[in-house]
Nanobody, 122 residues
Framework: VQLEESGGGLVQAGGSLRLSCAAS????MAWFRQAPGREREFVAA????????WYADSVKGRFTISRDNAKNMVYLQMNSLKPEDTAVYYC????????????????????WGQGTQVTVSS
């Protein structure tokens, strides 16, 4: 499984960005982020079909995860960005045999992209 993120950049607070992840496979997928000096944290996840999504409380209502299985793409639409959203964002593929009760745990994912930097200025 190969993953490739794109769409990061520098944006002012209140602005928007859309991250994309090119990925093969039909399992749960997620976005995580890691800020300097902090642990990698869960942001959002989407089920295999795209019908069900999960979000961290910190991004709920501002971020939207989606997938297009025909194009093998996963997206993260980020609106109303805040300086505290600044981090490297990673897409990840869930391990076979793990399901919805594990979506928030990084150990449930075995393939990761290289990450894309998102910087939000105040």
């Amino acid at each position: 499984v190969q993953l490739e993120e794109s769409g990061g950049g520098l944006v002012q607070a209140g602005g928007s960005l859309r991250l994309s992840c090119a990925a093969s496979g039909r399992t749960f997928m997620a976005w995580f982020r890691q800020a300097p000096g902090r642990e990698r944290e869960f942001v959002a996840a989407v089920s295999s079909s795209g019908a069900t999504t999960w979000y961290a409380d910190s991004v709920k209502g501002r971020f939207t995860i989606s997938r297009d299985n025909a194009k093998n793409m996963v997206y993260l639409q980020m609106n109303s960005l805040k300086p505290e959203d600044t981090a490297v964002y990673y897409c990840a593929v869930m391990r076979v045999g793990y399901y919805s009760d594990s979506v928030r745990y990084k150990d449930a994912y075995d393939y990761w992209g290289q990450g894309t930097q998102v910087t939000v200025s105040s």
